[in-house]
């Protein structure tokens, strides 16, 4: 398949409402949803607490276009050529995930019971049975935005690597087949689920990777295993500065920030670089947790609704004593762009690196059916940094000092990544 047709099928599905079938029994449904609040998620929430109903607005049987759903619905169970492959409930199911994405939000989703579990593990627990990487929607693609050290997507070679190629996947590499599936311009949840699986298991994953200006094919044949993601690194310079990586945002990390923050200070650092680049966010919790350790008590994020209420966000604590300087580039998404706008609109840190993603939605998760533990993800509000600046409307957060990223830097490395050592400069300056 070359590039035309990939980029049109990507059109193709982000553009098409889906065609809704669905019973009557949806009349009724919103009277015996549970519901449970949630925060914040580019990719995740906080631990639900489901209450006794949902928000009602409307009525399914107001449709204009009711009843030909219903004769749809009945259509297909009398007349389809394979009825044993047929249940009320499994097209009840299809037309919910069909009404979630004739949103075309690439953000909200439907999701089953075993992809409810996967989703909640992986963003509640901080551990799944996959391969390590974190992912992000880009322009209609899946794309790689972090690889973390040891999992089997960093040490598995492509199927024509030679022995001085790289090794591993890389952030940047766009996901457009997996198992022979063509999933360009499907949701990252979707292609999550497809990538994830037994313990144990291979799963084949197609990437194309830009390369002097041209996109290769580059083949994966990776054995899945179980990966617990590590959110939090950190490392000091040998002149007393201190380097804290946040991948990002889950149960884990405000432990893990406190775990190495108090390391670095046993080691004498003399200030920070908080890198949040690749991060591609996590939960509003847990990002004001971190955010705790770093800022003095103010605002840090506005969260405004539907109907422009805003609710305002705050941190309580001390926060850091040390001069500070954030690194950030194009995958900087979320959570991880309110922690960044809060410590410069807050403490005027400098940011360091690329413009960051622009992702300034927020997504609630609903379950819709118990039992049967289905839910849906949905975008409900949008944030903006303690002095309005709206991440989204904006395209993201520019940098107080750009910096581009080479083709052959080292990310991470002391030595060899550009944007890490200009901001290493800029902190000893303070």
Not at 132 to 155: M, N, R
Request: glycine letters at 10%; hydrophobic letters at 35%.
């Amino acid at each position: 398949m070359n590039q035309n047709d990939r980029n049109l099928i990507a059109v193709n599905r982000l553009t098409a409402v889906v065609f809704i079938v669905l019973l009557s029994v949806l009349v009724s449904f919103g009277t015996f949803m549970a519901v449970a609040h949630f925060d914040l998620g580019i990719d995740g929430e906080e631990r639900p607490t489901l209450d006794p109903g949902a928000p009602q607005e409307g009525n399914v049987t107001e449709a204009s276009n009711f009843e030909a759903l219903n004769t749809a619905y009945q259509t297909i169970l009398a007349s389809y050529v394979d009825p044993d492959s047929l249940t009320s409930e499994k097209l009840v199911e299809g037309a919910i995930e069909g009404m979630v994405e004739s949103i075309e939000d690439p953000y909200s989703m439907y999701f089953d019971a075993s992809a409810l579990k996967e989703f909640q593990e992986e963003t509640m627990e901080g551990e799944y049975s996959g391969i390590g990487v974190s992912v992000l929607d880009v322009e209609g693609y899946v794309t790689v935005i972090t690889v973390f050290e040891g999992v089997p997507a960093a040490t598995t070679p492509y199927e024509t690597a030679e022995e001085d190629d790289p090794i591993g996947l890389k952030p940047g590499d766009r996901i457009v087949e997996v198992d022979g599936v063509d999933v360009v311009g499907m949701s990252t949840e979707h292609v999550s689920e497809l990538i994830r699986g037994p313990v144990g298991e291979s799963v084949s994953v197609t990437v194309e990777r830009e390369v002097e200006g041209t996109y290769e094919d580059l083949v994966f044949d990776i054995q899945r295993e179980r990966v617990e993601i590590p959110t939090v690194t950190s490392k000091v310079t040998d002149d007393a500065v201190g380097v804290l990586t946040i991948t990002n945002f889950s149960g884990h990390t405000p432990e893990q920030v406190a775990e190495n923050l108090e390391e670095l200070e046993t080691k004498g650092v003399e200030g920070l670089v908080i890198d949040v680049r690749n991060n591609p966010g996590g939960t509003l919790s847990d990002c004001i947790a971190t955010a705790e350790f770093f800022l003095p008590p103010g605002d840090l994020i506005r969260i405004v609704d539907r109907e422009g209420e805003v609710e305002i966000h705050q941190t309580r604590y001390e926060g850091y004593d040390k001069p500070m300087v954030v690194l950030i580039n194009e995958y900087t998404a979320s959570a991880a762009e309110i922690l960044a706008g809060a410590l410069r609109d807050q403490l005027e840190v400098l940011l360091i690196g690329q413009q960051t993603f622009g992702k300034g939605s927020v997504q609630r998760l609903y379950y819709l059916d118990e039992d049967r533990g289905t839910g849906m993800k949905l975008t409900t509000q949008r944030f903006l940094t303690p002095s309005g600046y709206n991440i989204e409307q904006e395209s993201g957060l520019e940098p107080d000092h750009e910096v581009e990223w080479p083709t052959d830097g080292v990310f991470g490395d002391l030595e060899d990544d550009p944007q890490l050592q200009r901001a290493i400069e800029i902190l000893r300056g303070q």
